[in-house]
């Protein structure tokens, strides 16, 4: 297909050609475009099926807010349902299909909803899979669950890459509009340290979809030159393909950064990366939304907002129609008819709800006053629009602008609401914003160009001074306020036919009058009933208008009916982006002891115990399980000797003219009197008398001890007597600082172990006589490597414990294992060995 | 006397890799001892370490350069850590040294030390480590105790794009395989 609708200009560079598929059929676009401004050069309007009803749908909106337009990208474990067209960055050779059909997307069996749709309303679950009750699980939910639900998962396993990272600034900008890059500009000439972060590809909000000037030159031109400036200072990162997606506590924003996603191959890099990022001041300019009008059957694919089809003609070089129309309550929309006029595009009809004026005189079009549209044509795409006044209106493309509804999502994050300002019929941020954020232009209610430059400007100087920079004294960009009258007009009354509100949802006017007439009043209980505002949008476009005809029909004002609570994230996040690397064995590290590798080689089985792996059993040759492993190594320890990494217990350094003291008042056994050289066991309770933890000390010299403790407690006893030191017992002077990696630490047990051992010591006699039951001894082994020896045992025999610095315990050598020549050993299964000493004397674990 | 002897390995087994002109490697010729400070003995233990390594005692979160390419970092109100050239007994030669002023626990063996130097360091660090590593927020000798990848760290920085980080020896696998996989995400 050719791009039949492409027209001139545009930012996007028609030096280079990319092809890509959307359900399989070849088409064109180039870099700039978007999967949906490039759908729509190809002439693509129907491009996905609705929720509930199944109706043909196409693009409605230019961003992130998109409804309708969502589609699945590229194929196999790859495929990623429900992206939005409108913010898909073309890449050579995408892959996208249509989603939510059975049969073709022409051709959708499950479009027959559409004539039960008197009997789908809202609450339609809740009443109609009541009874009987046993069909429930069996029947109703399987049903339920088949046709429900947008695009499919691959159901196999993810496999991009994703990442995470921490940012520092001084000022978060969010939003590279006009504001935010006059924000940035003058953060950034101050010398602060400066995030511009932006949802798009290119910086430069609705400067780039409008013809509006900036000192003298285009406002794209203005904000690439900008961009350029930005880019060349230090101190201000700029990143595009990021969207800011949350506000959290101490000025801390979450935003996920799209780093391959419009690329062909990601060539290993992770996908997406989610940034924490901590601010000192944070300055939302996040724009406006514009919302739509509710009219009857105002959901075809052709029916687009305003501002979008102008996003289309002047940034992407796009006429979404030949015979375009536009219906607006506001000034706004009128920009759309003069600027596809300007480029050549036939303006059939501007549709104004308002009895003034014309703004602007549009060759050949039929200038309506106080008009409203009252039904569309058009099965898989508009061909005319009927208005109150029974005229019909050919057009394939109709431009709806219901006036701008800003930004203020970032700003609700922390439980703030926001206030309503008549003038523009908006809610607009209210003063109880998240701590250190300040809002401007158009996400602030700003929605002129000069006034959103300027205010960006001052509370960028604003926020830099409060930091101490000197703000810049650079004059402010010029530009001109454009008109922006808006009128309160939110749906049409005339008409029997369904006018949508949420069309992701496919709610309707009646739905929300439904709700009302059936108690479900509170726009919390409207939202849950109807589903208004739900999925992938959130009710970006929907949610305004709904309230209004909640308010209408409670009689309330808007502002007392209120809006839903607004959460993150602002834009859909996926959830390999919070999992980040964090995956299979990368989910946590893990602590190997010294003998790791000599133990894997040697047929070990590990047992995770805490973030350790830890030896659990040795397995031989044509042994048939666990068990045979065990009662070798165990009858083998019994009759001999066996061998124990005991390195994962906990290791505490204990010093201090009062260590002593404080070790008798930490243990519930007394620890006063225990001379030097000697080891006791110990146990530690909590303040209910409950056991806390246990382990053995060793009083290495008068003001020197070294505690173990159990292996998943080491940490906590650790902060425990950390606590006790500094706050219970402050006057003692005792310190104590963790020693668990620095010794390899073995258990050498059984009725051979002293043989063992004299067989390593440098020089020590470790007779029963000189070196009794619960003595220990620093000391050299093998030849001058300093040693620890403790004469401690878990199974009550004839037993050690060895420790070497970490370094030097590495079994990976040969001359490990001569040690033992010549003496029958094994390692030594731990629970197995500590669950027959059960019987016969303390353990530890 | 036995018969064999033990020799001593580096966690990483000396690890040094480039990535694409930024550089990680395993410091194998450190030693780390830890001092602390007895109670109100703060003037006897500034002056034992003065005449020792002649330097005075850092303030938390700094380090001071000491004689004999030793390092002192503050870790907390009464407790420091002396990094310094590869010796038999460390915390042996600090305790002869210091006369009882402090009390010395060896801690060369708790710890792996690796260097991170080149343009990516910073970018690859900003991927894992949460502490903000501008030299205006943490200019060279200062340092700090922080997590990544649920490993507590000391991340000193030594100046330009060059980085000490120190993380507990057993999980040295795991530490080392952060830091690589986030020079191959950034590189």
Not at chain 1, 583 to 604: M, V
Not at chain 1, 690 to 708: K, P, Q, S, W
């Amino acid at each position: 297909m050719s791009q039949s609708n492409r027209i001139d200009g545009g930012l996007i560079d028609r030096s280079q050609t990319l092809s890509f598929t959307f359900n399989g059929k070849a088409m064109q676009g180039h870099p700039g475009d978007t999967l949906a401004s490039a759908l729509l050069a190809n002439g693509q309007r129907l491009v996905g099926r609705s929720f509930k009803y199944h109706r043909p749908r196409g693009i409605f909106t230019a961003g992130s807010e998109e409804p309708n337009a969502l589609v699945q990208l590229r194929k196999g474990a790859h495929q990623e349902p429900n992206t939005r067209a409108t913010t898909v960055e073309l890449f050579r050779g995408l892959e996208a299909t249509s989603q939510n059909h059975r049969g073709s997307l022409n051709f959708d069996i499950m479009a027959a909803n559409d004539l039960l749709a008197p009997w789908l309303s809202a609450g339609f679950y809740y009443k109609t899979f009541m009874w009987p009750k046993a069909f429930w699980e069996k029947v109703y939910e399987p049903f339920i669950r088949a046709s429900a639900g947008l695009g499919a998962l691959s159901k196999v396993e993810d496999p991009d890459t994703y990442d995470k990272g921490f940012l520092h600034c001084d000022l978060l900008v969010i939003g590279a509009g006009p504001a935010g890059l006059s924000a940035a500009l003058a953060a950034g000439r101050s010398g602060a340290r400066v995030i511009l972060a932006d949802e798009d590809f290119t910086p430069g909000g609705r400067l780039n979809a409008e013809t509006l000037e900036v000192d003298g030159m285009a406002g794209s031109g203005w904000a690439a030159e900008a961009i350029t400036e930005l880019a060349s200072m230090d101190n201000v990162r700029i990143m595009p393909r990021a969207t800011v997606y949350g506000a959290y506590d101490h000025g801390i924003y979450g935003a996920l950064e799209r780093m391959t996603d419009h690329l062909a191959n990601a060539d290993g890099k992770p996908r997406q990366v989610l940034w924490r990022i901590y601010s000192k001041r944070a300055l939302l300019t996040a724009g406006a939304t514009e919302r739509p009008i509710a009219f009857p059957m105002n959901d075809r694919p052709g029916v687009m907002l305003a501002g979008a089809v102008r996003a289309y003609a002047n940034r992407f070089g796009v006429a979404p129609g030949k015979r375009v129309a536009v219906f607006t309550n506001n000034d706004d929309g009128w920009r759309t008819a003069t600027d596809l006029a300007a480029k050549g595009v036939e303006i059939t009809a501007v549709i104004d709800t308002r009895e003034t004026d014309a703004q602007a005189s549009i060759p050949r079009a039929s200038i309506v006053m106080g008009g409203r549209v009252v039904d569309t044509a058009g099965r898989k795409g508009l061909t005319s629009i009927t208005l109150a006044n029974g005229q019909t209106i050919p057009t394939d493309c109709l431009a709806v602008s219901g006036g701008w509804s800003p930004n203020v999502h970032l700003t609700c994050h922390q439980r703030g609401r926001p206030g309503w300002r008549e003038d523009i019929a908006a809610f607009v941020p209210s003063g109880d914003l998240p701590p250190g954020m300040s809002v401007a232009g158009a996400a602030n209610g700003t929605l002129t160009l000069s006034a959103a430059l300027n205010e960006g400007r001052a509370q960028a100087n604003e926020a830099v001074k409060d930091l101490g920079f000197a703000a810049s004294r650079k004059a402010p960009p010029k530009a001109e306020d454009e008109a922006r009258e808006t009128s309160a007009f939110w749906h049409v009354a005339e008409g029997k036919r369904r006018a949508w509100l949420d069309l992701q949802n496919d709610v309707t006017v009646k739905d929300v009058k439904q709700s009302h007439a059936e108690g479900f009043r509170s726009v919390e209980h409207l939202k849950r009933y109807t589903t208004l505002g739900m999925a992938t949008d959130q009710g970006k476009t929907a949610n305004i208008p709904a309230l209004a005809i909640m308010a209408e029909q409670t009689g309330k004002t808007i502002p007392e009916t209120g809006t839903t609570i607004f959460r993150p994230p602002y834009t859909p996040v996926p959830i390999g982006a919070l999992a980040g690397r964090s995956r299979g064995k990368d989910f946590r590290p893990y602590r190997l002891t010294p003998s790791h590798k000599w133990a894997e080689e040697n047929g070990a089985t590990f047992v995770e115990t805490g973030n350790w792996l830890r030896a659990q059993w040795f397995a031989r040759p044509g042994e048939q399980g666990w068990r045979d492993s065990v009662d070798r190594e165990v009858e083998m320890t019994r009759a001999s000797v066996g061998i124990c990494d005991v390195t994962t217990l906990g290791k505490i350094d204990i010093q201090g003219r009062d260590a002593a003291e404080f070790l008798n008042k930490i243990y519930a056994n007394g620890f006063a009197k225990l001379p030097v050289g000697k080891v006791r066991y110990g146990l530690m309770l909590r303040e209910d008398g409950i056991c806390y933890d246990d382990g053995t000390t060793a009083r290495l010299a008068e003001n020197h001890f070294v505690m173990t403790t159990t292996t998943a407690n080491a940490v906590l006893v650790f902060r425990r007597m950390e606590f006790a030191r500094q706050c219970l017992w402050p006057n003692l002077d005792v310190h104590m600082i963790s020693v668990t990696d620095g010794w390899a630490q073995y258990a050498v047990a059984g009725p051979n172990s002293r043989k063992l051992l004299a067989k390593i010591v440098d020089d020590f006699d470790i007779s029963n006589d000189v070196f009794p039951f619960m003595g220990c001894a620093e000391l050299t082994v093998c030849g001058g490597t300093p040693a620890r020896l403790f004469r401690i045992s878990f199974s009550g025999e004839l037993a050690y414990e060895i420790a070497v610095p970490a370094r030097y315990g590495r079994c990976d050598d040969p001359g490990a294992d001569a040690g033992g020549r010549g003496i029958r050993r094994d390692p030594l299964w731990h629970r197995s060995a500590w669950r027959d000493a059960d019987r016969k004397g303390p353990r530890g674990g | 006397m036995p018969e064999f002897t033990l020799t001593a390995k580096p966690f990483l087994g000396g690890y040094s890799r480039d990535f694409n002109g930024t550089t990680l490697t395993e410091a194998t010729d450190v030693s780390i001892t830890s001092i602390a400070q007895p109670l109100g003995g703060r003037e006897a233990l500034a002056k034992a370490v003065q005449s020792a390594w002649g330097c005075a005692l850092p303030t938390p979160g700094k380090t001071v350069e000491a004689d004999d390419g030793h390092r002192m970092f503050c870790t907390g109100p009464d407790s420091f850590l002396l990094t310094g050239p590869a010796l038999a007994d460390p915390a042996g030669d600090a305790a002869k040294a210091l006369k009882g002023a402090g009390y010395v626990t060896d801690q060369s063996e708790t710890w792996v030390t690796l260097r991170l130097s080149g343009p990516q360091a910073r970018p690859a660090l900003e991927r894992i480590c949460p502490v903000d590593l501008h030299p205006d927020a943490l200019p060279a000798g200062a340092f700090a105790r922080t997590v990544m990848e649920h490993l507590g760290a000391i991340v000193l920085a030594e100046g330009g794009d060059t980085f000490t980080l120190m993380s507990a020896s057993s999980s040295a696998n795991s530490f080392l395989h952060a830091i690589e996989v986030s020079l191959q995400n950034v590189g």
